[in-house]
């Protein structure tokens, strides 16, 4: 067993630009076939398109609110709302908010720079890239 407390972990930036604190994963723990981290975006802030060609990703929206890529979906999002990365599937996050977006990311396989690839920037339609708008287009 092992207990990993948030404020042990340093964040980083990841290669899509988001900041992340990984709480669990083979660089800090015993765990081997996936990762959990939480990421923050702040006011304003978005990451880059990408996807992952192995690692399957779920988000979970702790904080704030903002909007979500998936494949060709684009989905408003804030607590309580989880979003599934398919492997291969282009995604992307921005936060729409004056307050911090934070979110959880849940990795099989483990996250790796490595398998992240960097895409076109993608855009958003405008009736959703403000803070209005419907929670899926």
Known sequence: MLKINRADCQPFLTKDGSEIRELMAWRNSPAKRQSLAEASLPPGGKTTCHRHQL?????YFLAGSGLTLAG?????????DAVLNRPGVRHQTW???DTTLVFLCCCS???EHDDTLLLPEA???PELASSGGSQHA
Not at 72 to 80: I, N, Y
Request: aromatic share 18%.
């Open 55 to 59: 690692t399957e990703e779920i988000y």
């Open 72 to 80: 060709d979906d684009f989905f408003r999002v804030g607590p309580g």
């Open 95 to 97: 936060n729409l908010a």
């Open 109 to 111: 396989p483990a996250y």
């Open 123 to 125: 855009t958003p339609p």
